[in-house]
C-alpha cells in the first residue's frame, strides 16, 4: 500500500488526475447499479449521490466530468429517454459540484471532528438533495410532453433518498477518505470490536431473522444502544461505519421482506419509512459523536496547554530561582567593599582640619553611601525572602515602640521635604507578635514611601487602632495618588508608578507586603486617583 502511494505521488499531475477520473468513473457506475437494487417505488436509495459529494469535497471539483459521463452511460444503459438522461446527468453532477463547492468554501474540515462541520454537512445535504427530484421531475415532465413516459417517483421520495445518501454515504466516505488510516490502542480495538459485533448481531436479529420484538419489547431500541456506545466513545469515523453497517441491514432487508416478515404494508412504502428512520438516526448520531469528538478534541488541546504551562512555569521557575541568586550574591558582593568606605568616611569626618566644604563633601559621600547600603539590603532581604531562606525572631512588641523608632528613622526625610506628619495611635499599650526589626522596617517603608511620593509640602497620616482582634495601622498622604489600573500591580517588584520621578528600584513595598504576609497580616492600597493621596493599611493579628 506504501509502495503504490509512493508510486502515484511520482506521478505527473496530469496523470494523477486520469488515474482520479477513471477511478470515479468506475465506482459511479458502480454505485448506479447498486442504487437500482434499493429502487422499490415509490422508495430510492441513490448511493451514487453521497459518492460524488464525498469525491469531490475531499479530492477535486474538476472530477465533475466522471460523474456527468457515467450518469449519462448508466441511463442510456437502463433505457431512459435523451431529455430526461440530460436532466438526470445534469442534476447528478450539478448537486455533488454544489454540495463540494459549498462545504470548502465554508472552511469544512473534513475530518468532521467539530460540531460546526457536522452540523454544515447536514445542512448541505438537505438544500442540495432539492437538485436531482427538482430538475429530474421537469426533464421527465418534458420528456412526456414529447410522448414519453412519466416519472413514477414524488418529488418527496427522491428528495428523501437524495438526503438519506447524503447524510450516510458522504460523511463515511468523506472522514474515512480524509484519512484512511488510523491508529488505536490494543483496548480501544477491543472496545470497537465489541461494540460492532454487537452491533451487526442485533439488526441480523431484527432485519434479517425478522424478529421484532421479545418479551413485548421492540428489540429496534436495542439497536440504539451500540449506536450510543459508538457515537460517545469512538469518535466519527467509527459512527459514520456503524451508520452504514445500520443502513445496509436495515435497507437490504427491508428490501428483501426479511425485516418484518408477514406485513401487509408494500415492501416500496416500508422501503421509504425505513429511509426517514435512518436519516433521523444519522442526524442524532452524527450530531452526538460530533459533539464528543469535539469534546474530546478540546480536552487534548487544554491538557496540551497546561503541559506546555508547566513547562513554562518550570522554566520561569528556575529562571527567578537563578535571578535571585544572582541578587544575593551581587548585593553581599557589593556590600562588602562598603565597609571600609563607611568607615573611611567616619575616619575623616573626625579629622580636625577639615573645613566647612570638606565636611559637606564626607556628608555629602555617607548620604550616598547610606543610600547605596539600604538598596542592598533590600535587594538581599527580597532574594532572601523569595528563596524561602528568611526567618522572623518573633516576640512580644510594642506597637508605640516601633512606631517612635520608625518616626525618628523617618524624620530627617520628612523634615527635608517640609511635610506634616500627623500621628494617632490608641490609649494604652498595643502589643503585636512579631519580629521587632521587621515590624520597624515596615513602618518605615510605609513613611518613606509616603514622604518620597508626596509633593514638599505634603501631609503624611498615620494611626494605628485595635479593632475586633487585629491591630491596624494606616499611612496615609495627599500625593499623587494610584491610577487605578496600577493598584492591583504596586506590591509587584521591581514596579513603580510611571511619570513619579521618584528613584529606587521599586521592591519597598514588595518587601513590605512579603513581611506582612509573613506575620499572618494583609495590606491592601486605596486611592481615589491619580493627585488624590493614596492610603496603605496593614492588618496584623493582635496578641493572643
Not at 468513473?25 to 430510492?44: D, H, K
Not at 432485519?207 to 421479545?214: D, E, K
Not at 469534546?295 to 503541559?307: N, S
Request: some cysteine.
Amino acid at each position: 500500500m506504501a509502495y503504490l502511494a509512493k508510486s502515484y505521488r511520482s506521478l505527473s499531475p496530469r496523470a494523477r488526475h486520469a488515474i482520479l477520473l477513471t477511478t470515479l468513473f468506475i465506482t459511479y457506475l458502480g454505485a448506479m447499479s447498486l442504487s437500482r437494487l434499493f429502487y422499490v417505488a415509490p422508495a430510492v436509495f441513490p448511493v451514487h449521490a453521497g459518492l460524488g459529494v464525498a469525491v469531490l469535497t475531499v479530492a477535486s471539483l474538476d472530477l465533475w466530468p466522471a460523474i456527468f459521463i457515467a450518469s449519462v452511460a448508466v441511463y442510456l444503459y437502463i433505457g431512459v429517454a435523451p431529455i430526461a438522461i440530460a436532466a438526470l446527468a445534469i442534476a447528478n453532477t450539478a448537486q455533488a459540484l454544489l454540495a463540494a463547492y459549498a462545504l470548502k468554501r465554508s472552511g469544512f474540515n473534513p475530518l468532521l471532528h467539530r460540531m460546526k462541520d457536522m452540523l454544515l454537512l447536514i445542512g448541505v445535504a438537505l438544500l442540495t438533495s432539492l437538485i436531482v427530484p427538482s430538475l429530474g421531475i421537469l426533464g421527465y415532465y418534458v420528456q412526456e410532453s414529447f410522448g414519453g413516459s412519466g416519472v413514477s417517483i414524488g418529488w418527496g421520495d427522491w428528495w428523501v433518498g437524495h438526503v438519506l445518501s447524503l447524510v450516510i454515504i458522504a460523511p463515511f466516505l468523506i472522514r474515512w477518505l480524509a484519512k484512511p488510516t488510523f491508529s488505536r490502542s490494543r483496548r480501544e480495538l477491543v472496545e470497537g470490536s465489541i461494540a460492532f459485533i454487537f452491533l451487526i448481531l442485533i439488526n441480523t436479529v431484527i432485519f434479517i431473522a425478522g424478529v421484532g420484538s421479545v418479551g413485548g419489547i421492540p428489540l429496534v431500541y436495542v439497536m440504539l444502544v451500540p449506536l450510543f456506545w459508538v457515537s460517545l466513545r469512538l469518535g466519527t469515523r467509527a459512527s459514520t461505519l456503524a451508520l452504514v453497517v445500520t443502513a445496509l441491514f436495515v435497507l437490504s432487508g427491508t428490501a428483501l421482506g426479511t425485516a418484518t416478515p408477514g406485513d401487509t404494508i408494500p415492501i416500496g412504502q416500508r422501503l421509504f419509512l425505513n429511509e426517514i428512520f435512518m436519516e433521523v438516526l444519522a442526524f442524532m448520531f452524527l450530531v452526538i459523536s460530533a459533539i464528543t469528538e469535539e469534546r474530546r478534541h478540546a480536552i487534548l488541546q487544554l491538557e496540551a496547554h497546561i503541559k506546555q504551562m508547566e513547562i513554562v512555569l518550570k522554566k520561569l521557575e528556575q529562571e527567578d530561582k537563578a535571578k535571585s541568586e544572582f541578587i544575593a550574591i551581587l548585593a553581599h558582593e557589593l556590600r562588602n567593599p562598603l565597609a571600609p568606605v563607611m568607615s573611611g568616611i567616619e575616619y575623616l569626618s573626625l579629622e580636625e582640619g577639615i573645613d566647612e566644604g570638606g565636611k559637606a563633601v564626607l556628608a555629602d559621600m555617607e548620604r550616598g553611601v547610606g543610600k547605596v547600603r539600604r538598596l542592598l539590603d533590600d535587594l538581599l532581604d527580597i532574594a532572601r525572602i523569595t528563596q524561602k531562606k528568611f526567618e522572623l525572631l518573633r516576640e512580644t512588641v510594642d506597637l508605640r515602640e516601633t512606631i517612635a523608632r520608625s518616626i525618628e528613622s523617618t524624620a530627617a526625610l520628612i523634615a527635608e521635604r517640609g511635610h506634616t506628619l500627623e500621628v494617632s495611635l490608641p490609649d494604652g499599650r498595643v502589643q503585636i507578635y512579631a519580629d521587632p526589626l521587621r515590624l520597624d522596617q515596615i513602618v518605615t517603608n510605609l513613611l518613606s514611601n509616603a514622604a518620597k511620593y508626596t509633593p514638599p509640602g505634603g501631609r503624611i497620616l498615620l494611626s494605628a487602632r485595635c479593632e475586633e482582634g487585629e491591630v491596624i495601622i494606616d499611612v496615609c498622604d495627599n500625593g499623587i495618588g494610584l491610577p487605578k489600573e496600577t493598584i492591583s500591580q504596586i506590591f509587584e517588584p521591581f514596579h513603580q508608578i510611571h511619570g513619579s520621578g521618584v528613584g529606587g528600584l521599586g521592591i519597598g513595598l514588595t518587601i513590605v507586603k512579603r513581611l506582612v504576609e509573613m506575620h499572618e497580616g494583609t495590606i491592601t492600597a486605596t486611592s481615589e486617583g491619580e493627585g488624590k493621596g493614596s492610603c496603605f493599611t496593614v492588618r496584623f493579628p493582635a496578641e493572643r
